[in-house]
Nanobody, 125 residues
Framework: QVQLVESGGGLVQAGDSLRLSCAAS????????MGWFRQAPGKEREFVAA????????YYADSVKGRFTISRDNAKNTVYLQMNSLKPEDTAVYYC??????????????????WGQGTQVTVSS
């Protein structure tokens, strides 16, 4: 069974930075692409960023491109999301997910089979 545990969320002011972490259990972490999604109240879960199994390819939503950076450390079974220049519209619960093997659609939540419990990020203006 795979478990994903996010951490690092909090309350910050606009322009501040946060780094989210997602620690994964299991020996096969390095075999899977990983992604970060977020969900604001009353809205659907939306794609934020994703990273290939090796870390060699990364993908970002237009809304975070240039401000957020996804990375991974396979030796630590952990994926990170560095968030800079945060805006109030970044406020949401952030979830990490493990992408299904061979799944298409990196940007869709349906391509991911395991999720963490989420970590709240609140950005005040």
């Amino acid at each position: 069974q795979v478990q994903l545990v996010e951490s690092g969320g909090g309350l910050v002011q606009a322009g501040d930075s946060l780094r989210l972490s997602c620690a994964a259990s299991g020996r096969t972490f390095s075999s899977y692409a990983m992604g970060w999604f977020r969900q604001a109240p009353g809205k659907e879960r939306e794609f934020v960023a994703a990273i290939s199994w090796s870390g060699g390819s990364t993908y970002y939503a237009d809304s975070v491109k240039g401000r957020f950076t996804i990375s991974r450390d396979n030796a630590k079974n952990t994926v990170y999301l560095q968030m800079n220049s945060l805006k109030p519209e970044d406020t949401a619960v952030y979830y990490c997910g493990r992408k299904r093997e061979y799944a298409s659609g990196t940007y869709s939540p349906s391509a991911y089979d395991y999720w963490g419990q989420g970590t709240q990020v609140t950005v005040s203006s």
